[in-house]
């Protein structure tokens, strides 16, 4: 069980597009969703938090207007890179914490996104 | 602010043999969680082990321990009989106030 899933696993866009990406909880219900961005071969950089139903809390840096994150449900948030640029070029992981699970998250396969 | 740090950014192990991943953290919160995460080339994230801080016994999953000491703030991380499938990226992270934060990372080597 806690399966998260992530569509696409790629993507590649023309600069100046948006481009969102879906984060499911396939078997539990997540109460919080997690936004991080990789970089190779470097750690996870949180990007922001979102409870179901409220807005997502941003982490320092993070351009709130550029990357919109919507957790409309308990098994789905997205995040959406609007007026993609080459920076923006980047490994995306989400993850989901399910109610009861000691603060355990579990981890969607990541979405590999490359601007040109 | 939680720090979390992986002091060893690589570290090689011969198969079937032992190998320990260092971690420390800092937090001034009382309650927390700690996790070791497994990040393989496919890039998925996968929970090795998490300890509650308030439990004192070290937590282990089969080949897989932790020493945990709480006053050091420390948590290494064992990984006993060594297999090939161990190669990976192994990171370090602690959770409270409702968020984690993630070491560096270690790469692990597993020589056959």
């Known amino acids: 069980g806690a399966v998260v899933s992530q569509h696409p696993s790629r993507v590649i866009c023309k600069s100046g597009t948006s481009v969102k990406i879906e984060c499911r909880s396939l078997?539990?219900?997540?109460?919080?969703m997690f936004w991080y961005r990789q970089f190779p071969k470097q750690s996870l950089m949180l990007m922001a938090t979102?409870?179901?139903?409220?807005?997502?809390?941003?982490e320092q840096g993070v351009e709130k207007d550029k990357f919109l994150i919507n957790h409309a449900s308990l098994t789905l948030s997205t995040l959406t890179v609007t007026s993609a640029h080459p920076e923006d070029s980047s490994f995306y992981i989400c993850?989901?914490?399910?109610?009861?699970?000691?603060?355990?998250?579990?981890f969607g396969p990541g979405t590999r996104l490359l601007v040109l | 602010a939680q720090t979390v740090t992986q002091s060893q950014p690589e570290m090689s192990v011969q198969e079937a043999e032992t190998v320990t991943l260092s971690c420390t953290y800092d937090?001034?919160?009382?309650?927390?969680?700690l996790f070791w995460y497994k990040q393989p080339p496919s890039r998925q994230m996968i929970l090795v082990i998490r300890?509650?801080?308030?439990?004192?016994q070290n937590a282990t999953e089969n080949r897989f321990s932790v020493n945990f000491q709480k006053a050091a703030k420390s948590f290494s991380l064992k990984i006993s009989d060594s297999q090939l499938g161990d190669a990976a990226m192994y990171f370090c992270?602690?959770?409270?106030?409702?968020?984690?934060?993630f070491g560096d990372g270690t790469t692990l080597t597993v020589k056959p």
């Open positions: 979102s409870n179901e139903g409220s807005k997502a809390t941003y």
């Open positions: 993850s989901g914490r399910r109610q009861g699970s000691g603060e355990t998250q579990y």
């Open positions: 300890q509650e801080a308030y439990k004192q």
């Open positions: 992270a602690s959770y409270n106030a409702g968020k984690s934060t």
């Open positions: 078997d539990f219900q997540a109460t919080t």
């Open positions: 937090t001034s919160e009382s309650d927390y969680y």
